[in-house]
């Protein structure tokens, strides 16, 4: 179940974001191969964010997902939700940081 986390300093007051949420879940589980129904997106806008020294629109994204997650999957995550947020809130994607964390791929606790 991947769960995407969106920051970003754009003023989303009168945006319809149901488009937005539309295409990003599309985009999430086509790539890392889970059904719509099991991915979660949060949006938060009007977050101070300050990259490169100025406040020009920018953007912090964070995907956690338990699998899925390869060096390929996450250079298509990175562009497509990088696409995703330029085409709907005109975020360049050199103002975009995206995390990516599998959460498999932690070591597991060991046994004291």
Known sequence: ???????????????????????????????????????????????????????????YAEIVSMGGITKQVKRQLIAAVGSVLHTHFSIHPTRFIFKVFDINSLPLPSKL
């Open 1 to 59: 179940m991947p769960c995407l986390y969106i920051t970003t300093n754009v003023n989303l007051d009168g945006f319809n974001t149901d488009p937005f949420y539309s295409e990003v879940t599309k985009a999430v589980a086509s790539i890392v191969g889970r059904p719509e129904n099991l991915v979660m997106v949060v949006l938060k806008g009007s977050i101070e964010i300050v990259f490169g020294g100025n406040k020009e629109a920018a953007a």
